[in-house]
């Protein structure tokens, strides 16, 4: 079982840029793989960006292409999402997560956006954009 939590939330101006972390342990951090989705108060929970394993595949949903990048360490046991050319729409508390992928196993890209098919979850951090 793996725990997360996140960090690196905070209020910025539009325009601005931000650096998120999520700290895994208490488990292989390189059996599994990462995704970042967000929530905004009213709004269901989205899918932001994903990455396999290996960090050889990263996904992004439309709305952020080309302004988040998402990365990870497996020495370090952290994932990343980097933030920039953030708008006020992106003002969301944002949520890591991870999903156990057995040696051996590959998943179509279209597993990596689904909320349901992640185990484990952090507890959030809120990303404010001001306009």
């Known amino acids: 079982q793996v725990q997360l939590v996140e960090s690196g939330g905070g209020l910025v101006q539009a325009g601005g840029s931000l650096r998120l972390s999520c700290a895994a342990s208490?488990?292989?951090?390189?059996?599994?793989?990462m995704g970042w989705f967000r929530q905004a108060p009213g709004k269901e929970r989205e899918f932001v960006a994903a990455i396999s394993w290996s960090g050889a595949s990263p996904y992004y949903a439309d709305s952020v292409k080309g302004r988040f990048t998402i990365s990870r360490d497996n020495a370090k046991n952290t994932l990343y999402l980097q933030m920039n050319s953030l708008k006020p729409e992106d003002t969301a508390a944002y949520y890591c997560?991870?999903?156990?992928?057995?040696?051996?196993?590959?998943?179509?890209?279209?597993?990596?956006?689904?909320?349901?098919?992640?185990?484990?979850w952090g507890q959030g951090t809120q990303v404010t954009v001001s306009s």
């Open positions: 208490g488990a292989t951090f390189n059996r599994y793989a």
């Open positions: 997560a991870a999903r156990f992928v057995p040696s051996g196993t590959y998943y179509i890209s279209s597993y990596y956006y689904r909320a349901d098919w992640y185990d484990y």
